[in-house]
């Protein structure tokens, strides 16, 4: 009886050693959470609004399903990356700065900060960028934090956030293109290689139509393009203005605004 209490007690002792131990050597070795992290107090897939304002103006995203849209329209992704790369780096910031003295100089004061509110609570200010990174500051802390990479500038502007691209055709998968401009009427099978899908992979804008069509834009389109490829279709719809044409993506409803250079490719068929 003593020899198997002895046991228990022997096998008591090693488990709690063990606990101990792991909490003094574990506690060493496992990383820490980045105070930066805490004070953030968000993680980047939980992001589905981000508004940045500056100077007055404002510009908010919003994620609808998997797509980042801004004011109903595609924004672009690889730039709302870029901005999230800088929020959510892979290497916690670090602290470069623990007085106001230097705010000015990095940006991060109240004139020169870009305000970034992240699902309209979490706030944090990006100032500028360095070749070392971008300098990011909390509301009512003196401390600043470097991201480290390349060093990203944003704005507060609706077109460097609107996805200009119109249609991103894999001229692969091209089935058919039926061409209108009355009474011209043009059909395009995928065997016959037209030259008007070269247009289509991808078409990009010049800019993206903000709020109303803009006004001095004839009522019926000049021509009329549907695609169809493997999987899915396009309508596109050209309509004449005075300096640029403007293109109505029919699936969504969006428009665009072309270069005359540009609407010559499918205008003049």
């Known amino acids: 009886m003593e020899r198997i209490n002895f046991k228990v007690l022997l096998i008591i002792i090693l488990v709690l050693g063990a606990v101990v131990g792991w909490r003094v050597v574990g506690g060493k ?44 329209k595609k924004a672009k992704e690889t730039e709302v990356n870029e901005l999230l790369a800088v929020l959510f780096p892979q290497n916690p910031p670090e602290v470069v700065a623990k007085t106001s003295s230097r705010h000015s100089q990095m940006g991060v004061d109240e004139a020169g900060a870009i305000k970034i509110k992240l699902n309209g609570e979490k706030e944090i200010w990006l100032g500028k960028s360095t070749g070392g990174g971008n300098y990011l500051r909390f509301p009512g802390a003196d401390e600043v934090w470097l991201a480290k990479g390349s060093g990203y500038s944003p704005t507060v502007e609706f077109s460097s956030w609107a996805d200009k691209t119109i249609i991103s055709l894999d001229t692969s998968k091209l089935k058919k293109i039926d061409w209108r401009s009355p009474p011209r009427i043009r059909v395009y099978e995928k065997k016959d290689n037209p030259p008007i899908a070269a247009a289509l992979a991808p078409l990009t804008a010049d800019e993206v139509v903000e709020d109303q069509r803009p006004a001095g834009y004839s009522q019926a ?8 490829w493997e999987g899915g279709s396009e309508k596109l719809e050209f309509f004449v203005g005075k300096d640029k044409y403007l293109v109505k993506r029919n699936s969504d409803g969006q428009e665009f605004l072309i270069s005359p250079q540009t609407a010559k490719k499918f205008l003049d068929l």
Do not use: D, M
């Not at 993680?43 to 500056?54: F, G, M, P, Y």
């Not at 389109?221 to 169809?228: G, H, R, Y």
């Open 221 to 228: 389109p000049k021509a009329t393009l549907e695609i169809e």
């Open 29 to 72: 070795i496992l990383p820490q959470k980045s105070e930066y992290f805490q004070k953030l107090g968000i993680k980047k897939e939980q992001v589905r609004t981000i508004n940045l304002s500056s100077g007055g103006k404002s510009v908010e995203l919003k994620k609808e399903g998997e797509v980042w849209k801004i004011k109903g």
